[in-house]
């Protein structure tokens, strides 16, 4: 734009050069047309005047006087004595004076000279002069006809002559006259027509002047338009954007410019830095640099160089964080000039720590899970071992009966242990990928509370540390809440579990539930659970909430875990809603406070209550003293009275004194490993005794499914598993006792899984899977159970069987050839009468809820993950394939 600029007004500067120019020039030749002009009219007026006018006018004069003089001379013919001649002679003096006068002005101004008449006219005159003097001596003497005579032969003629030369030389100057005015005429014309001419020029040049002159204006005008424009700009420019831009002047010293900004980023004032740099750096503090920033920009070879350093705002008497850049930008007529920059770092500054932080967080998240990986490994690996080597133990030891149950019976633990990490782990990516949903359920928190104790009660007693709990803030009309009590007990599981864990033997652990907001449904529970354990520094409390993260390594030697617990804790936290804090200190313990919203139900819960169990009398059978004096508080924490006894035989015999004293026992728990008599045995004998009226139950430290039956056969109610806690013995007490207690004969049936007289189709392409899957149903008395190896035999088995065939198919999904959705889908749109109600159970080892969700898009019915349980899985055939009346 400037350059477009300057070049108009270069062009416009040429323009008006040459519009001076030619102006000038067109004056010039008007003024030399004018004045030739002039000149020459002047000249020929003069002429005129002078010569044809003035000449004709003696030539006039001559011809009169002549003709005088001839009058004279014809009066000598009449007169001519002396006295006359005497008179004629004077007369003729003065005429001859007057006629030599004019034919003097005559040859003197003549233009005809070229034709000679002048000199002939002076001649002529002569001769009349000579003539008459001669007639003027004789004529006295003459007589008149001499005289005659001789004027008619000499004068005479001469006196014509010269008429008619004078005729022709007036008539040439009225010719003269004509001529000169002619030319007059020419000159005026060519004057006027140069004038006109002239003007027109004149008019032209005006107008392109003129045309050139706004040009020039407008070019201007845009220009400086443009230059306001830009201003303008700069101004938002430096307004809006946070680097401070200066010029400096570096021959003069001082500030040619500063960006408007300065004022609102930094607070110095523009004035104040317009003078000079030393101002400006009053404010800036470059540490050890300070001199080399200031003298840059006094040195003779210009550089560009950055410097970081800070400027303190005078205002606010903030410090920033700036960049201080120079540049050598101009050298213009000699005179040098820097741009300085000066960038706030502020922004910057913090990106860059935030980066640093979240690699730092990274990497350090990074090491975390290499370390879980680590970890996880070996914590996975150890079960593993066990699992691997008791496998050997048992095959090696096959014919040892007691060998090989003591090898199940770990392998048992090692599994569940194993199966508790990846439950883990599966909670956490659930969480992490928002697939977890909570359930909205009434519970009692009474009862939730009471169940919880009891879990946690025993392991805390194993730790010999002591554990009370308090609830407050609800009354018998108010304690049923709405929420997921599941995820709540996981929660409340997660901290009491840390608790026991790091609070050492003579420790205390309290668990406090109080309501402290009610606002009509919606209330508030706080579950404080606080330890006086080794507690955690503040470096482990920052970090405590993320996944994977332990105080220190040597955390998971002692106690193990995998640093998922409170990440875990926190994300189900917050998914209800609610809050966790926790505070802590080394040394003085720690206290775990999460505060969770819930909505009152109005549900009638149909629950059995403490005050129920009061009524039971429960006897406990073990061989291990221990485990019964420990059951025994456990039962009587729940107010119920319970007796104990060491082994299978004093069982019997209590049970026989019992009911002969009709004192009898609502509830046995007898444990299956036994010396001399087992479980099964005395539960044989019991039951000889006093027939079906008792429910009993086999507690069990191992897997009970490989005497489910016997046991069952023998008479046995129920099962529980070892080690017992009070929640477990509390739900296996409603359960058995379906609520009603006292043994007034209503004694609960034992949960009737029976698969009895079913018929199943089993899709399974693992074969040991497939064999734990046929025998599991099998062992549940199912009637038969047909076997397919991969979906298109499923789909093959299915086509072929008559209709009806099969109460339900077990569909494993990754399998070759065809998988369990294909194949579900296939047998779904089969055209037979079953195709569409037969219930279908997905079997599975993706235990995700999206894996839930497409078993069911596929038109599944049910869901159960692998490793498969099998009291689950056969409560859920039972379900499935029950036939409802109406159905
Ligand atoms: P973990 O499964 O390893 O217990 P958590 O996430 O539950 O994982 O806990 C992480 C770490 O937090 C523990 O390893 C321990 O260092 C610390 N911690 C948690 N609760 C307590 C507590 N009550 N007292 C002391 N340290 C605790």
């Known amino acids: 734009m400037n350059q477009e600029k300057e070049d108009a007004s270069r062009i416009t500067k040429r323009h008006s050069w040459v519009i001076v120019l030619v102006s000038c020039l067109i004056a010039v030749v008007f003024s030399v047309v004018t004045i030739v ?82 000199d002939e006219l002076v001649e002529l005159i002569g001769q009349i002069r000579e003539q008459e003097n001669i007639l003027l001596d004789h004529s006295a003497a003459w007589t008149a006809e001499q005289n005659e005579e001789f004027t008619a032969q000499h004068l005479t003629p001469l006196y014509e002559q010269l008429d008619e030369l004078t005729n022709q030389m007036i008539q040439y100057t009225e010719n003269t006259v004509v001529e000169l005015s002619r030319k007059s005429d020419g000159i005026l014309t060519t004057t006027i027509l140069f004038t006109c001419i002239l003007c027109a020029a004149i008019v032209i040049v005006s107008i392109l002047y003129r045309h050139s002159v706004n040009k020039e204006l407008r070019a201007q005008a845009a220009y400086y338009n443009d230059i306001h424009y830009r201003e303008f700009l700069f101004n938002i420019l430096s307004g809006n954007i946070d680097d401070v831009y200066l010029i400096y002047n570096f021959t003069g010293k001082n500030m040619d410019f500063v960006s408007t900004n300065m004022e609102r980023i930094f607070g110095v004032d523009c004035d104040k830095v317009n003078g000079d740099m030393e101002t400006l750096f009053a404010y800036c503090d470059f540490g050890e640099q300070n001199d080399e920033v200031k003298t840059a920009l006094e040195r003779e070879t210009l550089i560009h160089a950055e410097w970081e350093g800070t400027l303190k705002n005078p205002r606010s008497g903030k410090t920033t964080d700036i960049r201080f850049g120079i540049y050598p930008a ?32 990274a990497q350090q998240a990074n090491e975390a899970k290499s370390e879980f990986l680590s970890r996880m490994s070996h914590e996975i690996r150890t079960p593993m071992n066990a699992i691997i080597g008791m496998s050997t133990i048992a095959a090696a030891k096959i014919d040892d009966r007691v060998r090989v149950e003591d090898c199940l019976a770990k392998i048992g633990y090692a599994s569940k242990h194993l199966l508790m990490l990846i439950n883990d782990i599966l909670d956490m990516s659930k969480i992490e990928s928002n697939k977890l949903t909570l359930t909205n359920e009434p519970f009692d928190i009474y009862q939730f509370l009471n169940t919880f104790m009891s879990i946690v009660y025993q392991q805390a007693c194993e730790k010999g540390v002591e554990l009370t709990e308090k609830i407050t803030g609800f009354d018998d009309h108010s304690s049923t809440l709405a929420g997921d009590s599941l995820r709540l007990n996981q929660v409340l599981l997660n901290l009491t579990s840390n608790a026991i864990k790091f609070t050492q033997k003579g420790g205390h652990i309290s668990i406090s539930v109080q309501r402290f907001l009610r606002q009509g449904k919606n209330q508030r529970v706080r579950f404080i659970v606080e330890d006086t354990g080794v507690g955690m520094d503040a470096d482990t409390l920052e970090r405590i909430f993320d996944p994977f993260e332990q105080a220190n390594a040597g955390i998971a030697k002692k106690y193990g875990g995998s640093g998922l617990g409170l990440s875990i804790t926190k994300n189900l936290v917050t998914l ?54 420990h059951t025994a508080i456990l039962l009587e924490r729940m107010s119920i009275n319970a007796s104990w006894v060491l ?36 539960t044989r004998r019991i039951r000889r005794t006093v027939g079906g009226d008792i429910p009993i139950i086999i507690i069990s430290a191992y897997d009970w499914t490989d005497i489910e039956q016997e046991a069952r056969a023998a008479g046995a109610n129920g099962f529980i598993s070892k080690p017992l806690f009070g929640s477990s013995l509390y739900n296996t007490l409603v359960s058995v006792t379906g609520g009603s207690f006292g043994h007034s004969g209503a004694i609960g049936q034992p949960e009737d899984y029976t698969l009895e007289g079913k018929t199943f189709l089993a899709v399974e392409d693992n074969e040991v899977n497939m064999e734990i899957l046929k025998e599991m149903l099998e062992l549940n008395n199912a009637q038969e159970v047909v076997c397919a190896y991969d979906g298109t035999e499923a789909v093959e088995r299915f086509r072929e069987s008559e209709p009806g065939t099969f109460d339900a198919i077990l569909m494993d999904i990754q399998m070759p050839e065809m998988d369990g959705y294909e194949a579900t889908r296939i047998i779904r749109a089969l055209d037979r009468p079953d195709a569409a109600g037969i ?24 869901h159960t993950s692998k490793p498969i349980n099998m009291h689950e899985l056969c409560k859920l055939l039972r379900k499935l394939t029950t036939k409802h009346p109406g159905d």
């Not at 020459?40 to 044809?52: A, K, M, V, Y």
């Not at 720690?590 to 009638?604: A, I, N, R, Y």
């Not at 993706?846 to 596929?858: G, I, P, Q, R």
């Open 37 to 118: 002009g002039a000149g020459s009219l002047n000249q020929n007026l003069d002429t005129l005047s002078e010569h044809p006018f003035a000449v004709s006018g003696s030539l006039y004069k001559i011809r009169r006087y002549m003709s005088d003089s001839q009058i004279r001379m014809g009066r000598l013919l009449q007169y001519n004595d002396t006295a006359d001649v005497e008179i004629v002679k004077n007369a003729l003096m003065e005429i001859y004076g007057q006629i030599d006068e004019n034919a003097a002005y005559v040859v003197e101004n003549y233009l005809g000279k070229d034709l000679g008449n002048d």
């Open 647 to 682: 082994s299978g035989r004093e069982a019997v015999e209590a049970v026989e004194r019992a009911y002969r004293q009709e004192k009898m026992f609502d509830v046995c728990f007898i444990d299956w490993k036994m010396p001399e008599m087992n479980g099964l045995e005395t």
């Open 839 to 862: 219930p279908i159970i997905a079997t599975t080892a993706n235990a995700f809820s999206e894996d839930v969700s497409a078993v069911l898009a596929a038109g599944m019915d049910a």
């Open 330 to 361: 101009m050298e213009q007529n000699g005179v040098v000039r820097y741009i300085v920059e000066i960038s706030d770092l502020t922004k910057i500054k913090k990106t860059q720590q935030t980066l640093m932080d979240a690699l730092a967080n």
């Open 576 to 629: 209800m809603g609610g809050t966790i804090d926790i505070e802590s200190a080394p040394g003085k313990g720690t206290v775990c406070t999460v505060e969770l919203p819930f909505e009152m139900s109005d549900v009638e819960l149909s629950y059995v209550k403490e005050e129920e169990l009061k009524s039971l009398h429960v006897l406990v059978v073990d061989d291990e003293k221990d485990v019964c004096e």
